[in-house]
Structures are given as C-alpha cells and as structure tokens.
C-alpha cells in the first residue's frame, strides 16, 4: 500500500512539474534580447540592425499616416508629445495600450486609436525574444504633435504648384468650348477597334502663369495603352497658350486642372460594349452616391453590378475597394485596390495595401 502511494504521489509530483515547466511566461520584459519589430521588414539577407530602423520608419508611416490632429487641440493650440506604452504579444498582437504621456485635447486619445488600428487590420508585429523564445514585451511609443501654418502651395519636383486660390484656371472660352475642343482634337486609335478598347483617362495639367501648360499626370483606368496615351497626351498639349491662369493674393501662380477624355469606338460592331460601358459608368456612379447616403447595402450592390460587367476597370475597383475599406472588409478591399493599382499603375494605395494585405 505505501508502495501504490509512493508511485502515486510521484506520479503527481512529475504531472505538477511538467506543468509548471510547460506554462507559459506571462512576465512583461522592458528589455530583451531582441526587441519586437513592426512588420514588412523581413528581408533575410538584411541585418538584424537594418531589420529594426526599416521597422522604426515602417512604425511612424502607420502612426502618422493615420493619426488625425484633434480639432479641439488644433483650435485651442495644444502641441507636445504623447507617449504611449502598449504590449507586443508573443503572437505579434497588440494588448494593454495606455498613455504614459498625454498632450491636452484629445491627442493621447487620437494616438490610441492609431495604434489599436494595427490589431483592427490584423497586423502582427515581430515579437521580441528572450533565449530565443518570444515573450511579451513593453513598448514605448513617443507620437509628436506639432501645428504647422499650411502653405498655399505644395512642390511637384521643381514646380510650384498652388492648392490655395482666389481664383482657379480656366479655359479661356469657357467649359464648353474645352469639352469641344476635345470632342474634336482626341482621335481613337484604329489599334484598339478590333478589341472595342473604351474607358476615360484622367490628366492633370498644369497651368503656368503665362497660359502654358505641361502635363503632371495621366491616368489610365482601363489600361489601353500607348496609342491611347499619345492621343490624350496630344489634344491636351493643344490647349497650350489657351488658359486664364489661377490667381492668388492678387497675383498670377501655377495650379493644376484636372481633366478626362473619354474613348469610344465608333465602328457598329463595338457599340453593344460602348452602351454596356455606359450601363456600367452610370452604376458605379449611382452606387457610390447611395453608399456615401447612408445605403451601404444598396450602394454595393450597384458597384458589384457596376465591377461585373468591367472587372477590369480600375475606377470601379477602386471605389469598391473603398467601400469595402470603410466596412473594415480588409481582404475584399486588398483585391480591389491591388488589382485596380496594376492596370492602372498608380501608387495612391500603396501605404494602405501594405497594411490591409497580408
């Protein structure tokens, strides 16, 4: 009998240990050897060092490109730096976040909310480790609030480009006289009669102050190509010489005037895709009025119609994408914008996609 209870008791014992030698450490470290890491910066060929100040600059993309300066702190002039402690989990996850160091109206606030929307896109941060094993780690998070007096204009490589006017360019014989002039001056290229290519290009022109104008950029939403391209290119430039500049404090300053050429094929066999495109532009467009109303339901249900008939029509991804985005779909609006982002090769997204895609 003392045998059977000896066996039992050290059976006991050895459960109790293996327990206690399996439970997991739930110590929060300040330091450790290595130190958790914001994601996206995994290189393996990198250093462990390179590895961490492509995380630090990573990090402070997120936070600031996120973070909205409180519009009491802005009308009460409140500026400082907010510092904010947060746990990174074993599992990368983001927990116990908490202000060590507030800034007044609303800003520590504003930079808790930035950081929680890294658990809300389901990013997962490197976790730090201690003896090659990953434990919690504090993080200290010093998120700099600085009113700054905006300027009228921004830089555009060499150009100064005004966002600030008195008045804007316009087209010296007016709206409609542009509309004609394009009507007349863009010519659809014969390469893209066979396929029926149809779809809009946006180009954004600048306007200098002597009535020149240069192109700053063109964008194309179906990704029709070089003739295409040229063509647009072409009748925009022939409105050189052709603009009322824009004006501000009382002087004449370069601005940009944005503008879009349509192309449709003409040939008979191409006009049953011509009308589908029209069916679909007018869907998008009532979608997206129905969505930004309040009906998200009916809103996504006219983009879906509006994506199905052109699914490759980056407008239409695009404003489905964002729809999705603000529903906080993260995966749906990843497919939407990525795609919508190589046909029609911008880079507007790029900052959101690096977080919402994984």
């Known amino acids: 009998m003392r ?96 202000i060590v160091k507030n800034v007044e109206g609303g800003c520590g606030d504003e930079a808790v909310r930035a950081v929680g929307l890294m658990n809300e896109a389901g990013l997962k941060w490197v976790p730090g480790k201690k003896a090659g094993k990953p434990v919690r780690v504090k993080f200290n998070l010093p998120v700099k609030f600085k009113l700054e007096e905006a300027k009228p204009y921004i830089m555009m490589g060499y150009d100064t480009v005004y966002t600030e006017l008195d008045t804007p360019p316009a087209f010296k014989a007016g709206d409609q006289a542009l509309a004609d002039y394009l009507g007349k001056a863009v010519k659809y290229p014969a390469s893209g009669v066979d396929s029926c290519l149809l779809g809009e290009i946006d180009i954004q022109l600048l306007v200098y102050p002597n009535g020149d104008v240069r192109i700053l950029n063109m964008t194309d939403y179906n990704d029709m190509g070089y003739d295409f391209w040229f063509q647009a290119a072409f009748a925009a430039a022939g409105t050189m010489g052709k603009w009322e500049a824009a004006s501000f404090d009382g002087r004449k300053v370069s601005s940009a005037y944005d503008m879009t050429i349509t192309f449709a094929p003409a040939a008979a066999s191409c006009q049953t895709r011509v009308a ?66 190589q046909i029609a090769m911008v880079t507007w997204f790029d900052n959101i996609l690096r977080v919402i895609c994984k």
């Open 276 to 341: 589908s495109y029209a069916k679909a532009k007018k869907l998008a467009e009532e979608g997206e009025q129905l969505y930004n109303a309040g009906d998200q339901e009916g809103g996504m249900a006219k983009l879906n119609e509006a994506v199905a008939l052109f699914p490759d029509n980056a407008a239409f991804l695009f404003m489905r994408g964002q729809a999705y985005l603000n529903q906080n779909k993260f995966s749906e609006a990843c497919m939407d914008l990525f795609k919508g982002r």
């Open 3 to 98: 045998i059977s209870l000896l066996i039992i008791a050290l059976s006991l014992f050895s459960i109790v240990s293996a327990s206690a030698q399996t439970k997991a450490d739930t110590t929060i470290y300040a330091v450790v050897d290595e130190m958790p890491r914001f994601p996206g910066c995994e290189n393996p060929d990198s250093s462990l060092e390179a590895r961490q100040r492509c995380s630090q600059q990573r990090l402070l993309e997120f936070v600031y490109g996120n973070i909205e300066y409180p519009l009491e702190a802005r009308q009460k002039g409140h500026e400082g730096t907010a510092v904010i402690a947060f746990v990174v989990e074993p599992d990368g996850s983001i927990s116990n976040t908490t």
